[in-house]
């Protein structure tokens, strides 16, 4: 059947058939590369995230701790012991998460301002993406746990997880323009003010520095 | 560099490598989406689609075929999703705001035969339209295509058949000229 083609005149104009430009090789490479580097991101890689996953769990369940001892000394109620089962309390619960939630955001929008400031004037901070990892470890945490029953909490923390997980592949010798669409996006996605409107005034913690 | 040592690289992690195997392929993927949308945009969004879920699933590629038919074949499904996607939007659209304009023949001069090609390709169904662009329009093979389509060379024969005489047929005053 190949040798039943067209007249020449209808095999040219079907030639001419959506004519390609030159393809855009570097927008499209672009946004490739950013989905290669989220995609890596969230690939479990166990060697190297356990350690600091256990560290973050650690600082987690001391952040609870000292959610539920806050509580438990307020009001007339007995102290609650040492290995009580606290889960069995949901407002005591979900509070403690409160807290560690608005600790970890606090880190977080505080984390971010230094970068965005850090991308603004140039500088290379070679502990950011050491940083951006710490705080990914807690953010998926919190993903997990009750905290993100809260839609609006839990859109805010998968939005967070993007933008960490984009930092924490920044490696020392990464072109500018990188951390510049890291900037862009958390522009783009206004997290910087949504995190802000969640971490109440005051809350902003001493940990944040890149 | 041969297509499995450029994979084996990419599945390792290499980045560089992944940036490679883009630069190898990304004319000739870029090429056949857009003779299949003709839009720029389009054509760059189902693109950067099927490399992502090239590199994605680069794991899955037994080295059945080459790489680059193997790409073209996640390019064509990508972009067929895309098109029936957007069809289905039109249609909606449509059916709120022009229905009584369906099927009205539309009266206007006679356009030249590039356009009248244009529109009688777009008019093939979507089955006859790739192998027509695949094989006249961009040079594949019929191994290449029923590879990248699923389907039998016998397959991608005569729907070519079929896609040339429904042309003929739109055409056929030009080709008596």
Known sequence: MDDDPLDEPLRAAAREYHRPPDP???????????????????????????????GAAAAAVLALGIGIGRLSQRGPQPPVAVGADWSASPRVNQ?????????????????????????????????????????LATNRLLLDSPAAQDR?????????????????????DAPSGDRELIREGIERGGVLTRLRTVVPPGATPTRGAL | ???????????????????????????????????????????????????????RRL??????????????????????????TLKRAREREVGLDEAPA??????????????????????????????????????????????????QPGTSKAQLFRARARLREALADFARE
């Open chain 1, 24 to 54: 855009p090789r570097e927008a499209m490479w672009r946004e490739i590369e950013r989905a290669r580097r989220l995609d890596r991101a969230r690939r479990p890689a166990p060697r190297r995230w356990l350690p600091w996953a256990a």
């Open chain 2, 102 to 151: 369906l099927g009205a023949r539309t009266v206007e001069a006679d356009p030249d035969l590039k356009v009248r090609m244009r529109r009688a390709i777009d008019g093939l169904p979507d089955g006859y339209r790739t192998v027509f662009v695949m094989h006249d329009v961009e040079g594949y093979t019929h191994e290449e295509i029923a590879t990248a389509l699923g389907v």
């Open chain 1, 152 to 172: 609006r909490m839990r859109l805010l923390l998968q939005d967070l997880e993007l933008v960490l997980a984009e930092i924490a592949q920044l490696t020392p």
């Open chain 2, 1 to 55: 560099m041969d297509d499995r040592e450029l994979i084996g690289r990419v599945l390792a992690g290499d980045a560089r490598a992944e940036r490679e195997m883009y630069d190898a392929h990304v004319d000739r993927v870029f090429r056949l989406v857009y003779r299949m949308v003709g839009d720029t945009h389009r054509a760059q969004d189902y693109t950067q689609e099927a490399f992502i879920k090239a590199f």
């Open chain 1, 95 to 135: 509070t403690a998460y409160r807290l560690a939630t608005v600790e970890h955001l606090g880190q977080s929008e505080a984390f971010l301002t230094l970068f965005r400031t850090s991308v603004r004037s140039g500088s290379q901070e070679r502990l950011a993406s050491a940083t951006a990892r710490e705080l």
């Open chain 2, 59 to 84: 794991a899955d590629f037994r080295g059945d075929s080459a790489l680059s038919t193997w790409l073209c074949a996640i390019a064509i499904s990508v972009t067929l999703n895309g098109l029936r």
